[in-house]
C-alpha cells in the first residue's frame, strides 16, 4: 500500500515549539522527506530522514522510526512566516514519493 | 540556471482545447518530476524522467496526458482536450539524481496554475 496519514490543521503560538506528526505504511521504505509550501508557492525542502534518529537544521527538526513508520519535525521559537502547509512524504524502492496532504500550519501573535 | 522554473505560471483554457507545460531543471539535474496538486490536496505523482528516457509513467490520469524530455533539460507535459477535472497546479520537480539517498533530494518549481473553464 501506499498510505501516508497527517493531521489536516494546527494552530500554535509565536514563539512556541509545535510537533507535526506523520505515519505512514509501505511495504518498501527509502527516506522520509519533509517540505515547506507556503500559499502559492512551490514546496521547499526542509529535511531528510533515512535512518532511525532525530535530524536538527536550525530551528527544526526531524525525527524518524522505521519500525514504527512514523516521523515528526519539530519547529521551535515559531515566527509568523512560518504559517505555511508542512508536507511529509516517503520515497519507496522505485525511487518515488509519496506526499501526505499536508499539515496547514497557522501562527498565531 | 538557479532553479527550476516553468512556464506559463497561469494558464486559463476551454474545455476540450489542447495544453503545454514546460519545465526547465536546474541545470546538470538528471531526474525531472511532474507532480499535480489540486487545491487544498497533496500532491500526486504523475510521471518522473532519468535522463530523456520515463521509467515510470504509472500516475498519468489518462490517456489524455503525455510528457517528453530531451537533451535531458525541457520537458512538457501536454493535456489533450482539457476536463474541467484537469483544474490544478501542475508541479515540476529536479534532482541530481534518482538512485536514492540525499542526492536525490527534489527541487521544485513555482507550478503552473491551469484553470479550464
Known amino acids: 500500500g501506499q498510505n501516508i496519514d497527517q493531521p489536516t490543521e494546527m494552530t500554535a503560538t509565536e514563539g512556541a515549539i509545535v510537533q507535526i506528526n506523520c505515519t505512514y505504511q509501505t511495504s518498501g521504505f527509502n527516506g522520509l522527506f519533509w517540505y515547506q509550501q507556503h500559499a502559492g508557492e512551490a514546496p521547499t525542502f526542509l529535511s531528510y530522514n533515512v535512518l532511525d534518529g532525530l535530524e536538527e537544521k536550525g530551528r527544526f527538526s526531524s525525527f524518524l522510526s522505521r519500525s514504527k513508520g512514523y516521523s515528526y519535525l519539530l519547529l521551535k521559537e515559531l515566527q509568523m512566516k512560518d504559517s505555511a502547509s508542512y508536507l511529509c512524504?516517503?520515497?519507496?524502492?522505485?525511487?518515488?514519493?509519496?506526499f501526505g496532504q499536508g499539515t496547514e500550519l497557522s501562527v498565531k501573535p | 540556471g538557479a532553479g527550476v522554473s516553468q512556464s506559463p505560471s497561469n494558464k486559463v483554457t476551454e474545455k476540450g482545447k489542447d495544453v503545454e507545460l514546460r519545465c526547465d531543471p536546474i541545470s546538470g539535474h538528471t531526474a525531472l518530476y511532474w507532480y499535480r496538486q489540486r487545491l487544498g490536496q497533496g500532491l500526486e505523482f504523475l510521471i518522473y524522467f532519468q535522463g530523456n528516457s520515463a521509467p515510470d509513467k504509472s500516475g498519468l490520469p489518462s490517456d489524455r496526458f503525455s510528457a517528453e524530455r530531451t537533451g535531458e533539460s525541457v520537458s512538457t507535459l501536454t493535456i489533450q482536450r482539457t476536463q474541467q477535472e484537469d483544474s490544478a497546479v501542475y508541479l515540476c520537480?529536479?534532482?541530481?539524481?534518482?538512485?536514492?539517498?540525499?542526492?536525490?533530494?527534489?527541487?521544485f518549481g513555482p507550478g503552473t496554475r491551469l484553470t479550464v473553464l
Open positions: 520537480a529536479s534532482s541530481l539524481v534518482s538512485l536514492g539517498g540525499r542526492t536525490d533530494t527534489q527541487y
Open positions: 512524504a516517503y520515497r519507496n524502492q522505485g525511487g518515488k514519493l509519496i
